[in-house]
Structures are given as C-alpha cells and as structure tokens.
C-alpha cells in the first residue's frame, strides 16, 4: 500500500458517498409520489478499495398485486355505490318523496276525502291532482332512470377510451423497461412509471400479471382474458345514442371476448360496475315501475257487462285497451297519463271518476240519471279498495308476484335499498381494503424523511473523513517533496 | 437493511383519511341529533325500507280516514238532531188531532197544526249541511221533499183530483158535508196511502233516492252514513198532515172529520214509532264511526311507536355519539400538529 493509494481510496469514496447522497436527496424529492419506490445504494468493492454504487429499488410483488385487486375492486364498487346513490335521488327523491309509493299514498288519502264527499266537484278535481302526482312520479322516474343509462353508457365510452390510452402509455413503458434491462442500466424510473399505469389501468378492470425474461410484462384481465402482451390488446365499445326502457346496451370486448358481468351488488372493477349500473339495476327499477303503471291502469279501468274492460283515471299509449293481465309492459310507466276524459286541465270532467262513464254512457255506474246522484261513493270506494287488494305483477320484475299495488310500489323502494345498503356496505369494506393495502405497499416500498435524513448524516460524515484524509494525504505529501527540496 | 418501516407518506395518509372518515360520520351524526331519524333511512334499514315506507303511508291514510270519520260524524248527529225535531213535530200534531177526535173536530186549530206539522217536516227534511242535502240519500244536491204549499205542486194536485175522482166533487163543495165516515175512510185506504206509501211518494213528494250515502269508516269497513227521506216515518208524517191539512180544511162532515181525525191519530203514532227506529238506526251508525275513529287512533298509536323504533335514533346516544366524534377529531388534530413537528430536519442545524 502506498500513500496514492491511499488517495485512490480516498477519492473512490469520495464519489460514492456524493452518489449515494444524489440518491438521498432523489428519495426525499420523491417522498410524497405515491407511485416512487425508494432507491438504496449498494456498493460494491471491484479492486480492493474501489467502490461502485449500484442502485437497488425497493419492490414488494406480493403487496403490490394486493394493492392492484383491491383498488379495482374499491373503484368498481365506489362506481355501483355512487351510481346507486344518484338514481335513489333522482328516481325516489329526498326520503323518497317523489317516489311512486309516496305519490299513490296521496292518490288514496285524496280518493278518501273525495269518497266522503262526492257532491264536492274540486275534492273530484283534487283526485285528479293527486293521480297527475303519481304520473309525474313515474313520468320522471322513467326519464330519470333512461337518462342515467345513457349518461352511464356516454361514462363507458371514456372509460373505455382510457383504459385503450393507458394501454399504450404501457406499452412504451413496458418498451423502455425491457430495453433498459437488455442494456443492463438502471430502469428504476422506468418500473415506477409502468407500475403507476398498472395501478391506473386496475382501477377498470381486475387484472393479473406475470413477468416474462428482461422484465417484460404481461397483463391478462381476471377472468384470463389477454389485455396487453408484447403489444395492446383493443378494447371496445358500441355506445347507443340513447335509451328506451327495454333496450339492451352494447357490451364491451377486450380483445373480442365480452366482458362478463355476476350479480346486481358486487363489482370487480369500474367497467363492470358502471355495465351492471346500466344493465341490472336501472332495468330492473325500470320494469318495476312499469308495473305499478301498469297496476293503475288496470285497478282505475272500466268495466260494464258486455262491454270490454277500458282504462278509467290512467291511460296509457295502448289505451283505451287495458295492457295484459300480469304481463310486464315496456316503458308504460314513461306514457301513463291522465285520462283527459276526467281531467279538468284538458276540459275533461272529474266528475265522470265518480260516476263511471269515462269511456262512454255504458260504463256508467251510478244508478241514479245523470246529473243527479251526487253522493254515489261506491265507485270511489271500490278504486280505494282495489289499490289494497293483491293482484298479479310479474315476476321478471324481481319482487313478490302477488301484492297490492301499493305495497309493491312500497316493496319496489324496499328492493332497491336492499341491493343499494349492500353496494354501500361492500364499498365501505373494499375502500378500507384498499386504504390498508395501499399503506402496506407504502410502507414497504415508500420512503421515510427522518430514515433519509440520519442516512445524510453517515454520508456527511463519510465526506468529511474522506475529504480529511485527502488533505492529511496531501500534507504528507507537500511534507515529502518539500524534504527533498 | 430494513426491519420495521413506515413511509412518511402512509404516516400522512394515513391521517388524512381517518380524519375525513370521522367527518363524514360527524356530519351524519349531526343530522340524526337534530331529526331523530336515521340519517340515511335506506343505508341503515335496507330492504325493510318498504316496512318504514309501508307504516309512513298507513299512518297517513288512518288519519285522512279519522279525520273523514269527523266529518261523517256532524252529519250523523245533525240528522240526529233533524230526526228528533220531526219526532216533536208528530207529537204536536198527534196532540192536535187528539183533541180534535174528542172535541170540535171542525175546528181551524186542528187544520193549521196539519199545515204547520207539513210545514216544519218539509224544512226539517230540506236542511243541509256543507252544501249537502241531508235527507236526500245520495242525490245531495236536489232538495229531497216537494213544497207542498207551493204554487203548482204535484202532490197537492194528485190529492185533490183523487178526491174530485172518487167523489165528483172538490172537498170544498158544500157536497162533501154528505160524505160518511165509512167512505172517507174507504178513501183514505184506498186513495191516499198509495201516493205516500206507494208510488206516488217518489212521483209526488221526494227527489231523495233510497240508497243512502256509503262512506269508509276504516281501513276495511265502509257503512251508511246517512237518512234518506224515503223512510216509512217520514212518508206516515207527510200522510197524516196531508190529511188533517185538506180534509179539515174541507166541507166534510163532524161525523167523516171525526173518522178522519181517529184515522190520523193511528197514522201519526206509527209515524212516531217509525221515526224512533229510525233514530236509533242513525244512533247505531253514529257508534259505528265513533267506535272506527277510536279503534284507528289506537292503531295510530302503534304505528308511530312502530316508526320509531324502526328507524328513530335514541337522542342520548346520538348526543354522546357527536361528543365522541368531535373529540377524537380534536385529538386528531392536536396529533397531526405534533407528528408533523416531530422530524429529524427540525433537530438538523
């Protein structure tokens, strides 16, 4: 050993330790970006004293697959939560005030005061508000739940523009990860960023993943389906322009293979959340208010022997004939109007609801001649009583066949805040999930301020000593040469 | 190498979260101290939403009916009242002709209490209440008994050409003072009481129908609510004052004004019986609604104590559950200032 060694040595650490201290202040930099993997220096002796600083980057696969399959669960689920929250505001109201059970209560409590009073024409004309409530009621629910398909659809097709541009910011990460690894440099960042975009593209839909040679990635959706390998798998989608109630919504493909949909409450995945959004639970809400329209058509229709059965108070596009019995009819709750026959608005005569007679002198009902008899209530306490009574609904609707009309229209709320309580609950449990995970994969692979900091004090002091040593070196020198001056 | 390691970035987040968890619970607590409700009716019952949306309309409706069963009840005891005041007026007449029967049965006094007798039904029986005709059975907005003092009216008319018809003569011809007892009974059996007790009544006398006003008294029971004047006690009335009113009035007989005033007196008692029977009828009816009105509003008792427990929130617990947040949210924050102090740079100078 000798004194320029010495100096070798002491020059070697000297650039290691501002290497390393590069590094530091990178991590400290990059402390609070979630998607930065903290880098260590590893130094390793080559010729006895010289160091090379090699740069490790914290990875955690487990952890990181962890936090992949619960952020798409949480974001589809926080989608189907969201999704659900809105249509109970906008098709239900505040405390279910604008919904159809509401509005039908009303109807009743009108039709009773109307029935204790029939000589009273506007308690007549009242009825005949209340029913135009239970319209409106269903009239805007229809519109409201169709207009939320095709807002959810228009969300599909962004989201699925997304997922194809995400696809190829992968791509050309995965390209510089592999190529970076072929040339044996340091790729760290290159990791970093194509991890942030998996973290991005899991959010749509459940992914897997699984590394081949040189680092390079492929990605396969949960049910198997290829999403990316060597180069983007296309992932489609037909919007429709807009809804009708009993119209199927296209599906999307990844890779021409549809993406499949399970359940009413559960979603794996923002794209499945928002297809089971437009294609479960709207279509069912939808058919369920079809069929309490449907059950006021038929409780307020005429009959008369000899005579077919009429719609009475609530007609509907196919009126005067009354829709089939038990059978669901699309969209009726979006035509279902009043009869203008009895509405006063439309020069019709409420008291003809009394009475009977919407359809013609046939069906008239009170015994006594026209214009007379004006505290008949049989008819109007015969209505009352049909809303109470079971009929048959169907059930592709997904409730109790056989109930009354209003303790359908109360059943209809009570289903769908059965499934919108689970949806909650679900995205309560997977948001923690995910909140947990997310910390875990932090934990393991983020970076601590203070660790850094005590790291930046070894450095410092390593600089110091090294630094010393070069001027003590140098000294000695300056000492030698002058000696032989 | 690394054994135990928190980021600084999940120390932050960490907090971050937590704290807007337990504001987001603070404010949904907030809202049920100041209601009572649950803040979300359909995230906490879920499916048995239809239950609390079920009882919200029942409750609604129950008190619609008791209030509606108010309404019954004033014309029930308006019609009570009516029946009562017709009951005193066949008692007056009934007076009249007892006297008449015994004493001088040609006197004007026996006529005038026919006339008044005929005068207070036919108000009595065409009185109204909110617009209704009260007799009328259901067809309340026609007068339900004929004038039967006004110009042209039918029922007189009917009377005097059945007199003219049988006898040849108006009651007023000086003729009539020949008419025996036998015949004018014969007259009053045959000729009168078809036009009150037959067809006559609805052709002559009343608009009122025989159905009556139907009304829901209950969630399930629906009765009749009122009178019609079509009843036997108000036809005998009519009848009987009819008589004493025309007949006294006429040139008959002491003898045939004696058989009538002995006839009208048989008429008259079982006007008044008729008439009794047709109070307690309203009397049984008014119990119908009364009993109704309480059985609901005992319901109603129940179903608001049903509401509640299904989805009321015990003010206590609430008021505690606020206390609670709001200081974890407080130590929350005392923490975060301290944590985010507590850093080795602070100690670097």
């Given at each position: 050993?000798?004194?320029?060694?010495?100096?070798?040595?002491?020059?070697?650490?000297?650039?290691?330790?501002?290497?390393?201290?590069?590094?530091?202040?990178?991590?400290?930099?990059?402390?609070?970006?979630?998607?930065?993997?903290?880098?260590?220096?590893?130094?390793?002796?080559?010729?006895?004293?010289?160091?090379?600083?090699?740069?490790?980057?914290?990875?955690?696969?487990?952890?990181?697959?962890?936090?992949?399959?619960?952020?798409?669960?949480?974001?589809?689920?926080?989608?189907?939560?969201?999704?659900?929250?809105?249509?109970?505001?906008?098709?239900?109201?505040?405390?279910?005030?604008?919904?159809?059970?509401?509005?039908?209560?009303?109807?009743?409590?009108?039709?009773?005061?109307?029935?204790?009073?029939?000589?009273?024409?506007?308690?007549?004309?009242?009825?005949?508000?209340?029913?135009?409530?239970?319209?409106?009621?269903?009239?805007?629910?229809?519109?409201?739940?169709?207009?939320?398909?095709?807002?959810?659809?228009?969300?599909?097709?962004?989201?699925?523009?997304?997922?194809?541009?995400?696809?190829?910011?992968?791509?050309?990460?995965?390209?510089?990860?592999?190529?970076?690894?072929?040339?044996?440099?340091?790729?760290?960042?290159?990791?970093?960023?194509?991890?942030?975009?998996?973290?991005?593209?899991?959010?749509?839909?459940?992914?897997?993943?699984?590394?081949?040679?040189?680092?390079?990635?492929?990605?396969?959706?949960?049910?198997?389906?290829?999403?990316?390998?060597?180069?983007?798998?296309?992932?489609?989608?037909?919007?429709?322009?807009?809804?009708?109630?009993?119209?199927?919504?296209?599906?999307?493909?990844?890779?021409?293979?549809?993406?499949?949909?399970?359940?009413?409450?559960?979603?794996?995945?923002?794209?499945?959340?928002?297809?089971?959004?437009?294609?479960?639970?709207?279509?069912?809400?939808?058919?369920?208010?079809?069929?309490?329209?449907?059950?006021?058509?038929?409780?307020?229709?005429?009959?008369?022997?000899?005579?077919?059965?009429?719609?009475?108070?609530?007609?509907?596009?196919?009126?005067?004939?009354?829709?089939?019995?038990?059978?669901?009819?699309?969209?009726?709750?979006?035509?279902?109007?009043?009869?203008?026959?009895?509405?006063?608005?439309?020069?019709?005569?409420?008291?003809l609801l009394r009475d009977g007679g919407i359809n013609g002198a046939v069906y008239r009902t009170n015994p006594n001649a026209a214009g007379s008899g004006a505290s008949y209530a049989d008819r109007l306490i015969a209505y009352g009583e049909k809303l109470t009574q079971p009929m048959a609904f169907d059930p592709a609707a997904g409730i109790t066949a056989n109930s009354s009309l209003v303790s359908y229209a109360a059943s209809s709320i009570g289903w769908f805040e059965g499934v919108r309580q689970q949806a909650s609950t679900l995205a309560d449990t997977k948001e923690a999930l995910a909140q947990r995970t997310g910390e875990a994969l932090s934990n393991a692979t983020g970076v601590n301020v203070d660790t850094e900091m005590s790291l930046m004090l070894d450095l410092e002091h390593t600089y110091q000593a090294s630094a010393k040593i070069l001027t003590t070196v140098n000294q000695m020198l300056d000492t030698l040469l002058s000696a032989v001056r | 190498m690394k054994t135990t390691s928190v980021s600084s970035s999940?120390?932050?987040?960490?907090?971050?979260?937590?704290?807007?968890?337990?504001?987001?619970?603070?404010?949904?607590?907030?809202?049920?101290?100041?209601?009572?409700?649950?803040?979300?009716?359909?995230?906490?019952?879920?499916?048995?939403?239809?239950?609390?949306?079920?009882?919200?309309?029942?409750?609604?409706?129950?008190?619609?009916?008791?209030?509606?069963?108010?309404?019954?009840?004033?014309?029930?005891?308006?019609?009570?009242?009516?029946?009562?005041?017709?009951?005193?007026?066949?008692?007056?007449?009934?007076?009249?002709?007892?006297?008449?029967?015994?004493?001088?049965?040609?006197?004007?006094?026996?006529?005038?209490?026919?006339?008044?007798?005929?005068?207070?039904?036919?108000?009595?029986?065409?009185?109204?209440?909110?617009?209704?005709?009260?007799?009328?059975?259901?067809?309340?907005?026609?007068?339900?008994?004929?004038?039967?003092?006004?110009?042209?009216?039918?029922?007189?008319?009917?009377?005097?050409?059945?007199?003219?018809?049988?006898?040849?003569?108006?009651?007023?011809?000086?003729?009539?003072?020949?008419?025996?007892?036998?015949?004018?009974?014969?007259?009053?059996?045959?000729?009168?009481?078809?036009?009150?007790?037959?067809?006559?009544?609805?052709?002559?006398?009343?608009?009122?129908?025989?159905?009556?006003?139907?009304?829901?008294?209950?969630?399930?029971?629906?009765?009749?609510?009122?009178?019609?004047?079509?009843?036997?006690?108000?036809?005998?009335?009519?009848?009987?004052?009819?008589?004493?009113?025309?007949?006294?009035?006429?040139?008959?007989?002491?003898?045939?004004?004696?058989?009538?005033?002995?006839?009208?007196?048989?008429?008259?008692?079982?006007?008044?019986?008729?008439?009794?029977?047709?109070?307690?009828?309203?009397?049984?009816?008014?119990?119908?609604?009364?009993?109704?009105?309480?059985?609901?509003?005992?319901?109603?008792?129940?179903?608001?104590?049903?509401?509640?427990?299904?989805?009321?929130?015990?003010?206590?617990?609430?008021?505690?559950?606020?206390?609670?947040?709001?200081?974890?949210?407080?130590?929350?924050?005392?923490?975060?200032?301290?944590?985010?102090?507590?850093?080795?740079?602070?100690?670097?100078?």
């Amino acid at each position: 050993m000798s004194l320029s060694s010495a100096l070798n040595i002491a020059q070697s650490s000297l650039k290691a330790t501002s290497r390393q201290t590069s590094i530091v202040s990178r991590n400290v930099s990059d402390g609070s970006n979630p998607d930065y993997s903290r880098r260590s220096a590893m130094l390793v002796y080559t010729d006895p004293g010289v160091s090379v600083v090699k740069i490790r980057r914290e990875a955690n696969d487990l952890l990181f697959r962890q936090n992949l399959s619960a952020l798409s669960a949480w974001s589809g689920q926080g989608a189907l939560a969201k999704g659900m929250d809105k249509l109970e505001l906008q098709v239900n109201g505040v405390d279910n005030a604008s919904s159809a059970s509401t509005a039908i209560g009303n109807l009743q409590k009108a039709l009773q005061l109307y029935a204790t009073t029939p000589s009273n024409q506007n308690l007549g004309s009242s009825v005949v508000e209340a029913a135009r409530q239970v319209v409106r009621s269903l009239n805007d629910g229809t519109k409201a739940i169709q207009d939320f398909r095709t807002q959810t659809d228009g969300e599909i097709t962004t989201a699925v523009n997304d997922i194809n541009d995400l696809l190829k910011q992968f791509e050309v990460a995965n390209k510089a990860v592999v190529s970076g690894t072929r040339s044996g440099g340091d790729v760290s960042d290159a990791l970093d960023n194509r991890d942030a975009i998996l973290k991005k593209i899991s959010e749509y839909v459940p992914i897997s993943t699984y590394t081949r040679g040189d680092n390079d990635m492929v990605i396969t959706t949960g049910d198997g389906t290829t999403l990316f390998e060597t180069i983007p798998r296309s992932v489609t989608f037909t919007p429709s322009a807009g809804y009708a109630p009993g119209a199927v919504g296209g599906q999307i493909y990844i890779d021409n293979v549809p993406l499949k949909t399970t359940g009413v409450t559960d979603a794996p995945g923002k794209l499945a959340g928002m297809l089971q959004l437009r294609d479960n639970v709207t279509v069912t809400m939808q058919s369920q208010l079809d069929e309490i329209a449907r059950g006021l058509v038929t409780a307020f229709s005429e009959s008369a022997t000899g005579q077919p059965t009429l719609a009475g108070l609530f007609t509907w596009s196919g009126g005067p004939a009354v829709p089939p019995a038990g059978t669901l009819v699309d969209g009726i709750a979006g035509t279902i109007k009043i009869n203008p026959a009895v509405d006063p608005s439309a020069g019709g005569n409420p008291v003809l609801l009394r009475d009977g007679g919407i359809n013609g002198a046939v069906y008239r009902t009170n015994p006594n001649a026209a214009g007379s008899g004006a505290s008949y209530a049989d008819r109007l306490i015969a209505y009352g009583e049909k809303l109470t009574q079971p009929m048959a609904f169907d059930p592709a609707a997904g409730i109790t066949a056989n109930s009354s009309l209003v303790s359908y229209a109360a059943s209809s709320i009570g289903w769908f805040e059965g499934v919108r309580q689970q949806a909650s609950t679900l995205a309560d449990t997977k948001e923690a999930l995910a909140q947990r995970t997310g910390e875990a994969l932090s934990n393991a692979t983020g970076v601590n301020v203070d660790t850094e900091m005590s790291l930046m004090l070894d450095l410092e002091h390593t600089y110091q000593a090294s630094a010393k040593i070069l001027t003590t070196v140098n000294q000695m020198l300056d000492t030698l040469l002058s000696a032989v001056r | 190498m690394k054994t135990t390691s928190v980021s600084s970035s999940a120390m932050s987040n960490a907090m971050r979260y937590s704290q807007s968890r337990m504001q987001a619970e603070l404010v949904k607590r907030q809202k049920e101290m100041d209601t009572l409700r649950v803040a979300d009716l359909g995230l906490a019952l879920g499916a048995r939403t239809s239950q609390s949306v079920t009882f919200a309309r029942d409750l609604e409706r129950l008190n619609s009916i008791v209030d509606s069963n108010k309404l019954i009840s004033s014309r029930l005891s308006t019609t009570q009242d009516a029946l009562g005041k017709m009951g005193d007026a066949a008692q007056r007449l009934l007076t009249a002709v007892t006297t008449a029967a015994s004493g001088d049965p040609g006197s004007n006094v026996t006529r005038d209490a026919g006339k008044a007798a005929l005068q207070s039904m036919t108000s009595i029986l065409n009185s109204s209440i909110n617009g209704e005709y009260l007799f009328a059975g259901t067809n309340t907005d026609v007068k339900p008994i004929n004038d039967y003092g006004a110009a042209g009216s039918p029922a007189k008319a009917a009377f005097d050409a059945a007199f003219v018809a049988r006898f040849g003569f108006p009651a007023t011809d000086p003729a009539a003072a020949s008419i025996t007892a036998t015949q004018i009974n014969d007259f009053i059996t045959n000729d009168v009481a078809p036009q009150f007790l037959g067809a006559g009544w609805k052709a002559n006398w009343s608009n009122a129908t025989d159905q009556q006003i139907v009304s829901r008294i209950s969630l399930n029971e629906t009765t009749e609510s009122s009178i019609s004047a079509n009843t036997d006690g108000v036809k005998k009335l009519a009848m009987a004052a009819t008589i004493v009113n025309e007949l006294f009035s006429g040139n008959l007989g002491a003898e045939a004004k004696k058989a009538v005033a002995q006839r009208v007196m048989t008429i008259t008692g079982e006007a008044i019986g008729a008439n009794a029977q047709t109070q307690s009828q309203a009397g049984i009816i008014e119990q119908r609604v009364s009993d109704a009105s309480d059985r609901m509003k005992a319901q109603i008792g129940l179903f608001e104590k049903h509401v509640v427990d299904l989805e009321g929130v015990d003010q206590y617990e609430a008021a505690s559950r606020v206390n609670d947040l709001m200081s974890h949210i407080q130590n929350s924050y005392a923490l975060t200032a301290r944590i985010s102090q507590l850093s080795l740079i602070n100690f670097l100078k």
